[in-house]
Structures are given as C-alpha cells and as structure tokens.
C-alpha cells in the first residue's frame, strides 16, 4: 500500500496571507490527523476528522481550519498567516479505533516571511 | 493534566553500545504505549506498541517495557548503529480514546558515533 503523501513539500509564504495543505492517506483509512511540529513545542495536535467530520480538536486559533472529503483525502488551511506559524505540518491517518496507531506522511514545511 | 517526559533531549553513545531511552507518564494510566522514530524533517514513524499487561516487547533489536506501577517504558537499542540515530518519540495512549489526538514526549534525539 500507498503510505500517506503530503503536498506540497516545502512552502514559503509571507504574513498575512493564507495557505492550504493536502492530504493523502494511506487507502482504507478514514481517520486522518495534522499536527504542526516546531523545535520548541514538539509535537501538537491540530484536529483529526473521520468520514468526513471533525471529531476532534487542538488548542489552535480558528485561523486553522480543516476539512475532509469522501474519499478521505484532507486539507487544512491557515489564513492570515503569522511569523509563527513556520512550522513542519505534519498529516497522519489511521484505521483503527481501537489503538491508535498514527502513519505519518513527509510533512509540509511552511516558512512564514 | 497529563505530563510526559523522556530522559534527556539528547544521548550519544558508541557504535556497538545499547542505547537506552526513558519515557516517564504522570496523571493518567494509559492502557498501552507506542514509540515512533524521527529523523529530520521528516514525519514520525511507528516502531512498537506496547500494551499494559506485556511488560516487555521485542523486534530485531529494539527492546521496550512497560511498567505501569512506575509509570515509564524503556526503550532499548541493542548493537547500535549510526543509522539508529534519530529522535525517538513515546507516546502513552488508551483504546479508542484519543480520537487522532496522540500526546507525544518531546523526544530524545539519539546520535550514535562510530
């Protein structure tokens, strides 16, 4: 199988400007995850949606949104971009309930001029 | 709230040598536990998985624990090698509950010198 795939890879972007990354996960998984990952914070999540609905959420500004389409592919978009929001995006699908296994795709690094 | 914490943010060791990570929980009694590897600027990839009643868990030569009374897994590389560097990351966690929403350690990053 297909591991989960991210695009773009790499992404430069200036203040105030918004930014929508894709998703791909691995086929037969409904549960699709982000997280945003820097050298300070780690690992954070952002929110996870399952067959099409979010069913969870981080502690993130409603500047990060996301969405998730039938065919479980994923986006998530950030308007009004901030210094801080340079980061490693990372998306991570799953398909089991039961442990929570993440599969983690390349990330998307985002650089916020 | 929850808290985790691994020993160190970074452990450098000899090729050849057993390389040992901590991962210490407080505030919650996950039912099992998963390490990931992570090299740079990449995303994290699945290890192990470690349930509450195995105590220990074995593949090649990664070793883990589990103790729930001290409520810490170790993890173990044995032989190690430079390509076993990386950052190691625990993440405590119980069934069906987290809905996508895996809490990680911050991780230690692991350099293995020939």
């Known amino acids: 199988k297909a591991g989960v795939t991210q695009t773009p890879r790499y992404l430069i972007k200036t203040r105030g400007q918004q930014v929508t990354l894709s998703c791909s996960p691995i086929?037969?998984?409904?549960?699709v995850s982000w997280y945003q990952q820097t050298p300070g914070q780690g690992l954070q999540f952002l929110f996870e949606?399952?067959?099409?609905?979010?069913?969870n959420k981080g502690n993130f500004p409603g500047r990060f949104s996301g969405r998730q389409f039938s065919n479980s592919r994923s986006e998530m978009n950030v308007s009004t971009l901030e210094l801080g929001d340079s980061a490693l995006y990372l998306c991570?699908?799953?398909?089991?309930?039961?442990?929570?296994?993440?599969?983690f795709g390349p990330g998307t690094r985002l650089t916020v001029l | 709230s929850q808290k985790i914490e691994q020993n160190s943010e970074a452990l450098n060791i000899q090729e050849g040598k057993t390389a040992t990570l901590t991962c210490n929980y407080t505030n919650y009694s996950p039912a099992y536990l998963q390490w990931y590897r992570q090299d740079p600027g990449r995303g994290p990839v699945f290890l192990l998985l470690?349930?509450?009643?195995?105590k220990e868990k074995r593949k090649e030569r990664l070793k883990v624990t589990f103790d729930t009374t001290l409520k810490q897994s170790l993890f173990h590389i044995t032989a190690s090698q430079p390509a076993d560097s990386a950052t190691y990351l625990c993440a405590p966690s119980n069934y069906g509950g987290s809905q996508g929403n895996l809490i990680f350690g911050k991780g230690t990053k692991l350099s293995v010198k020939p």
């Open positions: 949606y399952f067959s099409e609905t979010q069913r």
């Open positions: 086929s037969g998984h409904r549960s």
């Open positions: 991570a699908s799953s398909s089991s309930t039961l442990t929570d296994t993440q599969y």
């Open positions: 470690i349930r509450e009643n195995e």
